[in-house]
């Protein structure tokens, strides 16, 4: 095999990561980038894309620094800006899916498609004796998706690939045969203040989940192991039990413990608490390089790798390419789907009484019926469940559309929000929409026809504004907490998050722009 060299970057919360990337030998050019301390903010959890003119500057001595020649680039992203979501659809042809998909993916996600880029892929499996297929949905807002790329372009670097971090971790594990293929197993990265877990059968992350320690965590490197690992398996434990609700079938085998360097005693007590082999796993083994003390440089090298191995599935998201999925091509007619439905529903019961019409007086029943199957042929079953299959799906859909109320608590929302603001905060949109998610018998841990649960979402975007660039932002928290605090927003919505926050320049005054997000 040619040793073809690409240069991955990972977008980190701190860091830029890169590496001349090579799946035949282990990277040569390994360095990182910081971004400058005022340039580059956390708000709780949430990091500011430096908004910093040199940012571009920077990049473009580092890489010339470091004497790297290609001028094209692979980028992979946190997951803090990826929209991952898995749903179940009925089995069907492969030019047929994308319709479906971009029908279904609309009741699970709060952003108009045309907002987002995004791919997916279709899983088959059977499910009482019915071929379905289980859809495994990437996405990322357009708008955050140009930030990064106009950066890189700015340091003229071109971005051939994007794709999440996560598949960038399975792409490197599997380069170096630690997922096996043929069991599902979970990825249990430990970072400083910020642990994820992925779950993957077959190659392909089927659940993905980050969560933040507690700010009396920080400074980990002082916490006795087996306090840590408390702390790992309460996490461990809330995450495979989001993954069973949603997959019943599959169970977790085998967990790659993922750290830095060297995670001591705690791959073993890890074992011994949750009952699942663990096995523990470091950047520095992986990359070869023992100087090499964050988890971010693997992303920027399975990223690096991107099409120079045999990946099970890859989400490359840059929008100036076609999206596309394995398993077929996709139909570019959203709702051909249901077309076909309704006319095979019309149509076919015309077509039977029009057979049983012409024999009715000549035939007995039987010789009738005897007719009719000789003229289906091998149609005479097979034809007829996709049709009924099609049937309950699009009636299911009819049934939702039903339920959905005609009236709302809006005017309440519009009537406090103004209230909240502090004096130099001031909102451009203020968003209010109902999601319709199926509810789950608890039992069966099955979703029940036709039964929905109405949930709110709210996005509230503005501006803030005061002399002190620092204090701006501590403007939009006051708002964020005087929405916490609203009795009359408490009872629609018990998550408000700070979604992002972004030094801007409008006309001559530095300003702050932000999106907060509520949900039920």
């Not at 930030?147 to 670097?157: R, V």
């Not at 461990?236 to 060297?262: G, N, P, W």
């Not at 139909?331 to 012409?358: D, H, N, R, T």
Request: glycine letters at 6%.
């Amino acid at each position: 095999m040619e040793d073809k060299k690409t240069l991955g970057i990972y977008w980190g919360k701190d860091f830029l990561y890169f590496i001349e990337a090579s799946p035949v030998t282990s990277p040569k050019k390994i360095f990182c980038l910081p971004f400058q301390e005022e340039k580059s903010q956390s708000f709780d959890g949430i990091t500011l894309i430096p908004a910093d003119p040199q940012l571009p500057f920077l990049i473009q001595d580092s890489v010339r620094k470091h004497k790297i020649t290609s001028s094209v680039v692979n980028l992979s992203l946190p997951t803090k800006d990826i929209i991952f979501r898995s749903f179940v659809i009925p089995w069907m042809q492969p030019n047929e899916i994308k319709g479906v998909v971009d029908f279904e993916a609309s009741k699970y996600i709060p952003f108009p498609l045309e907002e987002l880029s995004y791919t997916f892929h279709p899983l088959t499996f059977t499910e009482d004796n019915a071929k379905k297929m289980r859809i495994i949905f990437v996405a990322i807002k357009k708008d955050t998706l140009e930030n990064y790329s106009n950066i890189l372009s700015h340091a003229n670097l071109s971005v051939d690939v994007i794709e999440p971090s996560f598949l960038s971790l399975i792409r490197v594990l599997s380069l170096k045969n630690n997922i096996p293929l043929d069991q599902t197993t979970a990825i249990v990265e430990k970072g400083e203040n910020i642990g994820k877990i992925i779950i993957v059968d077959q190659g392909v992350p089927q659940f993905v989940r980050e969560f933040q320690f507690s700010i009396a965590q920080t400074g980990m490197k002082g916490i006795d192991p087996k306090v840590m690992a408390t702390r790992l398996v309460n996490e461990i434990r809330i995450s495979f039990d989001y993954f069973s609700r949603q997959e019943a079938v599959l169970k977790v085998k085998k967990i790659f413990f993922l750290t830095a360097t060297d995670s001591g005693p705690l791959p073993k007590i890890l074992e011994e608490d949750l009952g699942i082999s663990t096995v523990g796993v470091n950047c520095q083994t992986i990359l070869g390089n023992n100087s090499v003390d964050q988890i971010g440089y693997l992303s920027a090298y399975g990223v690096g790798v991107f099409g120079s191995t045999n990946s099970a599935v890859n989400f490359d998201l840059a929008m100036d390419k076609p999206q596309s999925f394995s398993g077929g091509g996709a139909s570019s007619q959203g709702f051909k789907y249901k077309i076909e439905a309704i006319m095979a529903a019309v149509l076919l019961p015309l077509i039977l009484g029009a057979f049983i019409f012409s024999f009715n007086t000549l035939r007995s029943p039987k010789d009738q019926l005897n007719d009719l199957r000789q003229k289906l042929g091998t149609f005479q079953t097979a034809e007829t469940e996709k049709i009924k299959e099609k049937t309950v799906s699009l009636m299911t859909k009819f049934d939702n559309f039903k339920k959905v109320p005609l009236k709302s608590n809006v005017t309440l929302l519009l009537k406090t929000t103004p209230a909240l603001l502090p004096e130099g905060v001031w909102l451009k949109s203020l968003d209010i929409n109902y999601l319709y998610i199926p509810t789950k018998d608890a039992t069966k841990q099955s979703t029940t026809p036709g039964s929905t649960e109405p949930r709110a979402n709210i996005e509230l975007n503005g501006y803030s504004y005061i002399e002190n660039t620092k204090g701006q932002v501590l403007l939009v928290n006051r708002f964020r907490s005087n929405l916490k605090q609203s009795q009359d927003f408490a009872q629609f919505f018990t998550d408000i998050d700070l979604e992002t926050v972004r030094i801007e320049k409008v006309d001559q005054y530095t300003v702050t722009s932000f999106r907060i997000r509520g949900q039920q």
